[in-house]
């Protein structure tokens, strides 16, 4: 796993829907579907991404436990 850009894409993704889900559990506020509207297929792609990005990130619990080969 060494594709640092879809890494980091998927991580963006996550933390923007976390966001949103805190929005939503504090305030009652749903971001994705104030700017999108609620239940368009834009906003519906958004949370798609969102969970396609959290099931990506899944993976990265396979590498948690690892620790890096110190290269000299």
Do not use: C, H, P
């Not at 879809?6 to 504090?26: E, K, P, S």
């Not at 239940?39 to 436990?65: D, E, N, P, Q």
């Amino acid at each position: 796993m060494n594709n640092k850009i879809l890494d980091y894409t998927a991580l963006t993704i996550a933390i923007i829907g976390a966001v949103n889900w805190g929005l939503i559990g504090f305030f009652s506020f749903d971001l994705v579907a104030f700017i999108f509207g609620n239940m368009t297929w834009i906003s519906r792609i958004v949370y798609a991404l969102v969970g396609l990005a959290g099931l990506y990130l899944i993976t990265f619990y396979m590498y948690a436990g690892e620790t890096r080969s110190q290269e000299s």
